[in-house]
């Protein structure tokens, strides 16, 4: 028996190429997409832009619900109507108060007042009494106030010296005598 000659061997299937038979493009980097045409890239410009509209608007929502809030408000009852809320400001940082210092001095007669500031010391007379307030960076260097009676008085003088420091007295000294001498050390703050 002898096979019969219209038979044809099978044949292998048709090779498809893996990029589609379209050649390709070398035209940008290793054949990649263009960054414009990539659904990540349009992603970001969706989000980047509804960002700045939405950062745009709230500072126009505020002034919309402020001004909606004063017109209900004027147009409500007296007994429910609503204080309109102001916008929170950020809590800026609080300055240091400047210390303030006042020197006291009393003297039943004459008496000196010396005040010692940075290693200096300067001096005043008076009668009866004297006072100097210091503010800021002079009142920092001061530290202490003296106060003498007239030497040439006699024994029956009183002296005094205060050191107020923002209002409150810190420090008091009494002396007596034609000689007697009160000294009030001011506190370090």
């Not at 004063?70 to 409500?76: G, H, I, P």
């Not at 009866?128 to 307030?133: F, I, M």
Request: proline fraction near 8%; charged fraction near 20%; glycine fraction near 8%.
């Amino acid at each position: 028996m002898t096979a019969p000659n219209n038979v044809t061997p099978p044949t292998p299937p048709a090779q498809v190429p893996v990029d589609g038979g379209q050649p390709r493009r070398h035209d940008n980097k290793q054949g990649k997409k263009p960054l414009y045409k990539r659904w990540w890239f349009w992603l970001i410009v969706v989000l980047v832009v509804l960002g700045v509209v939405g950062s745009t608007q709230s500072g126009d929502d505020t002034a919309t619900s402020a001004s909606t809030e004063s017109s209900t408000s004027q147009t409500a009852t007296p007994e429910k109507s609503e204080k309109p809320t102001e916008p929170t400001k950020p809590a800026e940082p609080a300055k240091p108060a400047e210390k303030t210092i006042e020197l006291q001095a009393t003297a039943t007669g004459n008496g000196t007042a010396m005040i010692w500031e940075n290693g200096s010391s300067s001096s005043q007379q008076f009668s009866g009494s004297w006072s100097k307030t210091y503010t800021g960076d002079e009142a920092k260097d001061l530290t202490m106030l003296s106060v003498t009676g007239d030497i040439m008085g006699d024994n029956n003088q009183q002296v005094s010296c205060k050191v107020i420091v923002d209002g409150q007295e810190k420090v008091s000294k009494d002396a007596s005598g034609s000689a007697g001498t009160a000294t009030c050390n001011v506190p370090l703050f």
